[in-house]
């Protein structure tokens, strides 16, 4: 069975850290860094990559646009 | 078969999302999880898929969103607090081939602007405008707004809004979708992709309206202001799923005859 | 439409000067003692002729809104008023002034404050001259004081207000605005193509987007911008001061009055004269820029000035400022809506003289 694999690329230094990311993604993949960025945001990222299926509902919601997305066929 | 790496799938023809090219580079002021930028993001993405850079007169309104033409890569007029319809009134009679929207919120559009946006909907006029309702005074600190909802608190409403002496919260686009000048009145959110999305399609039928010459269109954003409402972002959404939602719901009020 | 004279009311006047002068656009809204600018323009309908586009405007400061929105697409546009509704229009004034935006603001005066009367006043000379919303501008201030004037300011005031990118206004009065007086008027001229590069068009491939705003939150620009106005105020005193002189060669006592007042000075002129008071008047034409330099010259030879006005005592204090203490000055006025006679001017002339 075809099956998409997907990948988000983060700008963290434009990043708010508000986590409406994180809740909107189906698939548990972004959660917010205990790190924080150059303005002090706890910026988030991809804490499971391997789950991501590229739907995008993650950068259609961002308000600040910082994420990119990728998808991919595979098998 | 070898597991994909990352590199394997961020490649240029892999893309699935990235924000429109009309969105300049510059950070918006905005506050975290505020809804005016996945908002500009949403309207930004439908002039460039319309491809209507080169014919978009925007006008921004004061409040928030007053620096939005810091943001979006097209002609941009600033207007006094509540005007915008009425530049866009001008601009539209005056270049009927362009397209022209407002972008206005609560405070600008349903209180000092009602008798701009009644009439100018009342014309029907040919343009658009997004109405992003968060029920408060975003840029001045939280003060009530004329949509702010029964009870809610603000700066200046502390003990929370009292109908019997402040006033029951307005619902603009039910006023304006009595108006025959209307002919395309719905409500939209932004807090989740599902909800970007549905007002991405009711921008791009705005655009086609327009394009027909069919009369004003208004689209009322529902919006957050996570800290005008003192809360973080997550709960505002949660916040205003719950009590704004119900007040303001979702959905078109009216609707074009299909031609 | 060929050159042709007609009988006519200095507010139509404007009206027909205005369509023939190509402006793309008029937004008013009716107030005494003007409306018949906004009625004349709705039965001529220039919108089928010249493409003139004409709307009725649900407030004034609806009417001065539209006008920003035009005028900041490059575009030659107008709105109309009479003294309470050029209060209301302040706001949108203001915001047009600080975004540079040229257009032209009638205002046919009526007297105040508050609702006041509808007879002819000039009790507006400060708000038109120092600014009259908030912030630092200034206006350019025509003052017609025949039909014929109304007539040819309209192309004036556009001509002045595109080369400086400023809004011009022409302070008129409820006389002048209602009299008829027969007037030559200009051929039709044709509505002009031209895309301003500043303007908001629609943003090509080509160039930056296009922003027209009074907005600047950052101090040091801010006052950059400050200043930027204020050369450019300067830069219109240099080259713009217009007025008109009668008697002035040999005059010891100089009448200083616009619009309708000058043209009752121009009789209290005469009977001056007849009487073998050497008097002259000085007309200014702009009152901003105001003619500053002539005054500071005629004070030289003269034994003082009277400011005439249909005011409280407005303009005189302009008088004052530009002769500097080097003569004496006076103020003759009446308000509410009443006309001084030559008879009355010459009086107090008279009163003037004996100190």
Known sequence: ?75 | MAELTFKDIIKPENLAYTKSKLMTDNVMHYCPGCGHGTAHQVLAEVLEEENLQSKTIGITPVGCSVLMYNYIDIDFQEAAHGRAPALATAVKRLMPDKFVFTYQGDGDLAAIGTAETIHTCNRGENILILFINNGIYGMTGGQMAPTTLEGMKSSTSPYGRNVSTMGSPIKMANIVAMLPGTCYVTRQSVNTALGARKLKRAIKKAVQYQNEKRGTCFIEVVSNCPSGWKMTPVESNKWMEENMFPFYPLGDIKVPEEK | MEKELRLMKGNEAIAEAAIRAGADGYFGYPITPQSEILEYLMEANPQVTTGMVVLQAESEVAAINMVYGGAACGKKVMTSSSSPGISLKQEGITYIAGAELPCLIVNVVRGGPGLGTIQPAQSDYFQATKGGGHGDYHLIVLAPSSVQEMADFVEMAFDLAFKYRNPAMILSDGAIGQMMEKVWLKPQKKRSEEILPWATTGKPATREHNIITSLDLDPERQEKFNQKLIAKYREIEEHEVRYEEFMTEDAEYLFVAYGTSSRICQKALQLARAEGIKAGLLRPITLFPYPKKRLNELADTVKGMLAVEMSAGQMVEDVMLSVNGKTRVGHYGRMGGMIPTPEEVVDNLKTFIKG
């Open chain 1, 1 to 75: 069975m075809a099956k998409i694999k997907g990948a988000v690329v983060i700008d963290t230094e434009r990043c708010k850290g508000c986590e409406v990311c994180v809740v909107t993604c189906p698939m548990d993949t972004l959660a917010l860094a205990v790190e924080v960025n150059a303005k002090g945001y706890h910026y988030c990222y991809a804490a499971n990559p391997e789950t991501c299926t590229g739907c995008a509902n993650c950068a259609v919601v961002c308000p600040d646009g910082v994420i990119t997305v990728y998808k991919i066929k595979v098998g």
